[in-house]
């Protein structure tokens, strides 16, 4: 299958300092990438997609300028978490699919390992 | 909208015993994927099966085996002769244009 990764795995930074999270499909073209949230013990929450050379469109409640997502080429993906504060430590992961031949615009997606964001 | 349940929020089993883990989906979409993820403690997501809605052949692979019902809107997962090893949170997901929404998932507890 194809490959996502996702760098850092881990990271803690400082309150107020902002945290760049990269997704990288590896062997594959990603048209579109999603950013998840998820909080201990919870399910994976979709905080935006993002198609490449456009803006990201972002889940409802996800303040789109604290979460900056960039996705300027058809294999990276960023996630910027801005001004960071203890309520956003949280597992983020990414997920990249393209199109496949004869599925229409349904494809599967394609997960990265996650990124344990601690803010302290 | 699309919406994926699942019940069970937590399941404890002693090892060997099957266990079935219940995913109810709800889609408008006509065309769409259905799938089970496991998340061990490390985090990462890994993926188990994928099935497109025109495929209703339930799947048996080694002791996991999965039961698509498009009349119940269900996939249920089913452990064979659970192990430790399968202790771990499943989700199930479902994927209708480009998202994938997943279900709160099920924590599962296999004790020796």
């Known amino acids: 299958g194809a490959v996502v990764s996702q760098h850092p795995s881990r990271v803690i930074c400082k309150s107020g300092t902002s945290v760049k999270i990269e997704c990288r499909s590896l062997?594959?073209?990603?048209?579109?990438m999603f950013w998840y949230r998820q909080f201990p013990k919870q399910s994976l929450m979709l905080m935006a997609t993002?198609?490449?050379?456009?803006?990201?469109?972002?889940e409802q409640g996800v303040e789109k300028d604290k979460f900056l997502i960039n996705h300027a080429s058809l294999t990276l993906s960023t996630l910027t978490v801005t001004s960071a504060h203890p309520e956003d430590s949280s597992f983020y992961i990414c997920?990249?699919?393209?199109?496949?031949?004869?599925?229409?615009?349904?494809?599967?997606?394609?997960f990265g390992q996650g990124t344990r964001l601690t803010v302290v | 909208a699309q919406k994926v349940t699942q019940a069970q929020t937590e399941i404890s089993v002693v090892e060997k015993e099957d266990v079935t883990l219940d995913c109810v989906y709800e889609t408008r979409d006509t065309t769409y994927y259905l799938f089970w993820y496991k998340q061990p403690p490390s985090g990462e997501l890994v993926f188990l099966i994928r099935?497109?809605?025109?495929?209703?052949q339930n799947e048996i692979s080694g002791r996991y085996s999965w039961n698509f019902q498009k009349s119940t809107s269900s996939f249920n997962f089913t452990i064979t002769a659970s192990q430790v090893v399968d202790s771990a949170v499943y989700f199930c997901?479902?994927?209708?244009?480009?998202?994938?929404?997943f279900g709160a998932g099920t924590r599962l507890f296999v004790k020796a």
């Open positions: 997920s990249a699919s393209f199109p496949r031949p004869g599925a229409g615009e349904y494809t599967e997606a394609f």
């Open positions: 997901a479902s994927t209708g244009g480009f998202k994938t929404i």
């Open positions: 993002s198609n490449e050379g456009s803006k990201a469109t972002y």
């Open positions: 099935r497109n809605s025109f495929d209703e």
């Open positions: 062997d594959f073209q990603a048209t579109t």
